[in-house]
C-alpha cells in the first residue's frame, strides 16, 4: 500500500536500478572508502572478498549476501592473490519508500529493513534469493522487460530479505512509536539537509524530548545523529561531485556547510581523502 499521506500514484514504471550486472575482481583489487545515495547487493558467486560496512570489518565468501543500505561509508578489496567473482545491484530506493510492507507495520519498506538490521545485511543466501537476483540482473541487461517488470522481482526481493531478516526476532520487541520517531527524523534530514539542522528541532515536531530522540535515533541507527547528519551531507556531497562540474565551494553551500574548509576537514574525516582526491579517483575507476 502507499503511504497515508500520499494521494499520488506510484510510478512503477520508472527505473529504479542504477547498474546490475556480473564483476569478476582479483589481483589486489580495491575500492576505497565511499557513499551512495543508493542501495547495494552482492551476492559472492565463487572467491572471496572483503568489504568494510560503517565499523565493521565483513569477510564475504562464496554463497554470501550482502545488501549496504544508502549513507553508509564502505569499502571493498581482496586480499594478496584473490579472485572474487559475484553478482552486484544498484537500486535507488525512492520507488520502495512508498511501500508499507505489513497491515500493522509503522514505518515503510526501506526503513523496516534498515532498522531490522542496521547498515548492512549480511546472510547466505537461499535459492530463492539466488535465482530472483540473477533474474534481475539476466532481465536488466536484455532489456526484454519493462522498468516494471524488473521493479516487481526487486520488490520481491526486499520483501524477502525483510523476511529473512525479521526471523528468529521475537514479535512486538520494539514499540511501534520508537520505530516512527526514528523514521520521522531520518525524512526530516533528507528534506533539511541543505540548511542548519538542530535535533532540538526535529523533536519538537515530535513532542519529545531532544535526548530521548538521540537515544533512540542511536539506538536504532548504531549511529548517532550528528555524524548520520553529517555522513548524508557528504553523500550529497559525493553525488554532486560524480554528477556535476560544481566546484567544491559551490558543493559545500549545496549541503549546508557554508565552510569549505569544515567540509574538506569533514570529508578527510569521514572518507579518508580529500574531496578533490576523491573526484580523481572516481573519474579514474569511471574510465578506467
Given at each position: 500500500?502507499?503511504m497515508?499521506?500520499?494521494?499520488?500514484?506510484?510510478?512503477?514504471?520508472t527505473?529504479?536500478?542504477?547498474?546490475a550486472?556480473?564483476?569478476?575482481?582479483s589481483?589486489?583489487y580495491a575500492?576505497g572508502?565511499h557513499?551512495?545515495?543508493?542501495m547495494?547487493?552482492?551476492?559472492?558467486?565463487?572467491?572471496?572478498c572483503?568489504?568494510?560496512i560503517?565499523?565493521?570489518s565483513?569477510r564475504?565468501?562464496k554463497?554470501?549476501?550482502?545488501?549496504?543500505f544508502p549513507?553508509?561509508?564502505?569499502?571493498f578489496?581482496?586480499l594478496?592473490?584473490?579472485?572474487?567473482?559475484f553478482?552486484h545491484?544498484?537500486f535507488?530506493?525512492?520507488?520502495?519508500?512508498?511501500?508499507?510492507?505489513?497491515?500493522?507495520?509503522?514505518?515503510n519498506?526501506i526503513h523496516a529493513?534498515?532498522?531490522a538490521?542496521?547498515?548492512?545485511y549480511?546472510?547466505t543466501?537461499d535459492k530463492?534469493?539466488e535465482d530472483?537476483?540473477?533474474?534481475?540482473i539476466?532481465?536488466y541487461?536484455s532489456?526484454?522487460l519493462?522498468?516494471?517488470?524488473i521493479?516487481?522481482?526487486l520488490?520481491?526481493?526486499?520483501?524477502?530479505?525483510?523476511?529473512?531478516?525479521r526471523?528468529g526476532v521475537?514479535a512486538?520487541?520494539k514499540?511501534?512509536?520508537?520505530e516512527?520517531?526514528v523514521s520521522?527524523?531520518?525524512?526530516y534530514?533528507?528534506?533539511?539537509?541543505?540548511?542548519k539542522?538542530?535535533l532540538?528541532?526535529?523533536?519538537?515536531?515530535?513532542?519529545?524530548s531532544?535526548?530521548?530522540?538521540g537515544t533512540?535515533?542511536?539506538?536504532?541507527?548504531?549511529?548517532?545523529p550528528?555524524?548520520y547528519?553529517?555522513?548524508?551531507?557528504?553523500?550529497?556531497a559525493i553525488?554532486?561531485?560524480e554528477?556535476t562540474?560544481l566546484t567544491?565551494?559551490?558543493?559545500?553551500?549545496r549541503?549546508?556547510?557554508?565552510d569549505s574548509?569544515?567540509?574538506?576537514?569533514?570529508?578527510?574525516?569521514?572518507?579518508?581523502?580529500t574531496?578533490?582526491?576523491?573526484?580523481?579517483?572516481?573519474?579514474?575507476h569511471?574510465?578506467?
Amino acid at each position: 500500500s502507499l503511504m497515508k499521506n500520499d494521494s499520488t500514484c506510484m510510478p512503477f514504471y520508472t527505473n529504479s536500478i542504477a547498474g546490475a550486472a556480473i564483476q569478476h575482481r582479483s589481483d589486489n583489487y580495491a575500492f576505497g572508502k565511499h557513499l551512495h545515495t543508493s542501495m547495494e547487493i552482492y551476492l559472492i558467486r565463487s572467491g572471496s572478498c572483503s568489504m568494510d560496512i560503517g565499523s565493521s570489518s565483513v569477510r564475504c565468501h562464496k554463497g554470501d549476501i550482502v545488501m549496504i543500505f544508502p549513507n553508509v561509508v564502505h569499502s571493498f578489496y581482496l586480499l594478496e592473490n584473490e579472485q572474487c567473482s559475484f553478482y552486484h545491484i544498484h537500486f535507488f530506493t525512492n520507488l520502495f519508500a512508498k511501500i508499507i510492507p505489513d497491515e500493522d507495520a509503522s514505518v515503510n519498506l526501506i526503513h523496516a529493513l534498515l532498522f531490522a538490521s542496521p547498515s548492512y545485511y549480511r546472510q547466505t543466501a537461499d535459492k530463492e534469493t539466488e535465482d530472483i537476483i540473477a533474474s534481475i540482473i539476466r532481465l536488466y541487461q536484455s532489456g526484454e522487460l519493462s522498468a516494471s517488470d524488473i521493479n516487481a522481482r526487486l520488490l520481491f526481493l526486499l520483501l524477502h530479505l525483510l523476511h529473512c531478516c525479521r526471523e528468529g526476532v521475537p514479535a512486538h520487541t520494539k514499540p511501534e512509536y520508537q520505530e516512527k520517531y526514528v523514521s520521522f527524523a531520518l525524512n526530516y534530514i533528507e528534506n533539511n539537509y541543505m540548511k542548519k539542522i538542530l535535533l532540538e528541532d526535529i523533536a519538537r515536531e515530535l513532542h519529545i524530548s531532544s535526548r530521548y530522540l538521540g537515544t533512540l535515533f542511536t539506538r536504532y541507527m548504531n549511529i548517532s545523529p550528528g555524524n548520520y547528519i553529517n555522513i548524508y551531507r557528504i553523500n550529497k556531497a559525493i553525488e554532486l561531485m560524480e554528477n556535476t562540474p560544481l566546484t567544491l565551494t559551490e558543493i559545500s553551500g549545496r549541503i549546508g556547510l557554508k565552510d569549505s574548509q569544515h567540509f574538506s576537514k569533514l570529508f578527510v574525516h569521514i572518507i579518508g581523502m580529500t574531496p578533490s582526491n576523491y573526484r580523481k579517483m572516481f573519474l579514474r575507476h569511471r574510465h578506467g
